[in-house]
């Protein structure tokens, strides 16, 4: 497994930007798949953004933060980052990094169409982001 600590959440305006961090031990090379998911209060844990560190680099985005949210990885700082830009008030949410070392995680998530929680084994203790 993989230890993650996540950091970087806050209160923000509306039209905003924050950029959460996740770092990761031993190291981020050590997993396939490096992923931020999120969870507000009374609602299910969605998984918003995903790195592939693979062959090739591929990233998978949700939806609902296409276009706003920006993933990417740092190996020389054992670092994974969400860049999040224009923050909506629906984005206030618990943020929590996931890892997992199974190489076909990428590919469960495009088949699936989605991010899903028990893909990744690893989990960090999250951190909170608020958009008012």
């Known amino acids: 497994h993989v230890q993650l600590v996540e950091s970087g959440g806050g209160s923000v305006q509306a039209g905003g930007s924050l950029k959460l961090s996740c770092a990761a031990s031993p190291d981020t090379s050590s997993a396939y798949c490096m992923g931020w998911f999120r969870q507000a209060p009374g609602k299910e844990r969605e998984g918003v953004a995903t790195f592939y560190h693979g062959d090739r680099n591929m990233t998978y985005l949700s939806d609902s933060v296409l276009g706003r949210f920006t993933i990417s990885q740092d190996n020389a700082k054992n670092t994974m980052y969400l860049q999040m830009n224009s923050l909506k008030p629906a984005d206030t949410a618990m943020y929590y990094c996931?890892?997992?070392?199974?190489?076909?995680?990428?590919?469960?998530?495009?088949?699936?169409?989605?991010?899903?929680?028990?893909?990744?084994?690893?989990w960090g203790q999250g951190t909170q982001v608020t958009v008012s």
């Open positions: 996931a890892a997992d070392q199974d190489p076909a995680c990428y590919f469960k998530i495009q088949a699936l169409g989605f991010m899903k929680a028990s893909l990744f084994r690893s």
